[in-house]
Every structure is written in structure tokens, then in C-alpha cells.
């Protein structure tokens, strides 16, 4: 036999080994390959259980789900519903708080009034205290010279009363005196006195009207003569009526002079003296 033809009975034997190994093999991995098949048919089975039944489970835990999400959204809706509604109150809640804090400052602020009224007050009281005080002190010495003002006035009061009494005394002693000098003729007042001392020169007058006096006292005539006639205060003049038979009506005193008029108190009358009636400083 040749060399190559022993090459191909090896390479044949060494073919058919293999092929018979492979049939082996192939025999091999048909056999596992149907334990593999009908393993796995179970396991897929049981796996077609266990999704059925998580199917079910997850349309449960999904029907669950859909009613737990409709009863949240349920609440949601609620939930914004009292939001908005908690929102409205707390605008309200603020609104009414600023309003409050508003009012407390106010509060504050009149209670700070208040205060500094109360103490503005209190030192008003406390100086009108004392000025009452002052006042009261002062009463009390007004009083007490009051009281010895009184009894001055009572001593006064009896002095003045004796001294009345003396007056009306010494004023009917002088009413007396001037009756005398006015019976008379004579003046009454000092300084009317001294210038009658002096008499006036031969003067002729008439008298213009007469007047009676309101106290009730003598008859007031007024006269055409005056200072510049050489008349004054004090001075006697003699009334009459003249005529073919002259006939004297009285005594007349200047009482007021001007410088060409005087008024006379009339006395000593003998008559009734009226307007036209004649006037003299001296008889012939």
C-alpha cells in the first residue's frame, strides 16, 4: 500500500472516530436537549402562573391604585379647596392682624398720651396743692389780720361814734355861730370875712331873675354887678324897690361872683323880692 493510501486509511478511521463521536454527541444533546426543553416548558409554565397571577396582583394592586389616586386626588382637590379657603383667611387673618397692630399702637401711643396726661396732671395737682396750701396759709393770716383789723375798725368805730356825737355838738354850736352872724350880716366863711372887711365902693345893680334854694334854705337872686364893679365874695349888698317912696326889701351876701354877674343869698328881708328889683353896695 502507498503512503498516500495509508494517509487516507488514517484520515478515514480518523474520520469515522470523529463522526461517531459526533453522532454520539449529537445523540447526547438530543437527549438533554429534550430534558432541557421539558424543563424549561415548566418552568415556563410556572412562570405563565406566576405572571397570571401577578397580572392579577398588579390589576388588583392597579384597580387599588386608580381608587387610592381618585381618593388622593379627592383629598387633593380638598385640600386645595381649604388652601384657598385657609388662603382667604389668612388674608382675612392678616388684614384683621394689621388692623389689630394698628389699633395696638394707637392703644400704645394714647395709653403713652394718658400717662404723660396723668403725670401733666399729677404735677398740676401737686402745685395747686401747694399753692392751696399757700393759700390757705395765707387765709390764715388774712384771717387773723382781719380779726385785728376788725378790732381796730371796733375801736375806730366807738371813737367815731363819740366823735359824731362831739361833731353834732360842736355842728349845732356852729349852726348857732352862724345863725348870730348871718342875723347879722356879718359872713360866714373866714376868707369871705376877710374880704368883706374891705368894702366895695358905691355900686347900683338891678337883680336879673331869682331862684329858690333846693335845700328849703333862703331865696338866691342874681345881680347885674360883679368884679369888675369892685364886687367879691362875701361882700353885703342891700335890695329895694325904687319908686317915689323906695322901699327895702332885705339883706343880700355874694355867695358866686363872675366879672359882671354874682349871685346873692337874700336875708333880713322885709318883702318879696322879684326880678327888676333894685341893688346897692350902700345906702344914702
Do not use: H
Not at 25 to 43: C, D, P, R
Not at 146 to 155: N, P, S, T
Amino acid at each position: 500500500m502507498s503512503y498516500i493510501g495509508k494517509i487516507l486509511v488514517v484520515l478515514q478511521l480518523v474520520l469515522s472516530v470523529c463522526l461517531m463521536a459526533f453522532a454520539a454527541a449529537v445523540s447526547t444533546y438530543q437527549t438533554n436537549w429534550k430534558a432541557k426543553t421539558e424543563a424549561v416548558q415548566k418552568q415556563l409554565d410556572a412562570k405563565n402562573a406566576d405572571y397570571a397571577k401577578l397580572d392579577q396582583e398588579s390589576k388588583a394592586a392597579a384597580d387599588k391604585f386608580n381608587a387610592d389616586l381618585k381618593a388622593e386626588q379627592e383629598k387633593a382637590r380638598e385640600a386645595t379647596a381649604k388652601a384657598s379657603q385657609l388662603g382667604q383667611q389668612n388674608t382675612l387673618l392678616t388684614a384683621e392682624n394689621k388692623r389689630l397692630s394698628e389699633e395696638a399702637q394707637q392703644k400704645s401711643q394714647i395709653n403713652t398720651d394718658l400717662v404723660d396726661d396723668s403725670n401733666a396732671r399729677q404735677n398740676e395737682v401737686k402745685i395747686v396743692r401747694e399753692k392751696l396750701k399757700a393759700a390757705l396759709a395765707d387765709r390764715d393770716e388774712q384771717y387773723k389780720a382781719k380779726a385785728a383789723l376788725e378790732d381796730k375798725i371796733f375801736e375806730q368805730d366807738t371813737k367815731i361814734e363819740r366823735l359824731a356825737g362831739q361833731n353834732k355838738t360842736l355842728l349845732a354850736v356852729n349852726q348857732q355861730y352862724r345863725d348870730v352872724l348871718n342875723s347879722r350880716g356879718l359872713p360866714l366863711e373866714i376868707e369871705d370875712f376877710q374880704k368883706a372887711k374891705n368894702p366895695p365902693p358905691k355900686v347900683d345893680g338891678v337883680v336879673m331873675d331869682t331862684k329858690k334854694q333846693k335845700n328849703g334854705g333862703d331865696l338866691l337872686i342874681e345881680i347885674s354887678i360883679g368884679e369888675n364893679d369892685g364886687l367879691s365874695m362875701g361882700n353885703i349888698l342891700f335890695v329895694y324897690r325904687g319908686g317915689e317912696k323906695p322901699k327895702f326889701l332885705g339883706k343880700a351876701r355874694i355867695m358866686g361872683i363872675t366879672a359882671d354877674a354874682a349871685v346873692c343869698e337874700l336875708y333880713e328881708k322885709s318883702g318879696l323880692v322879684e326880678k327888676g328889683d333894685n341893688v346897692t353896695t350902700k345906702l344914702n
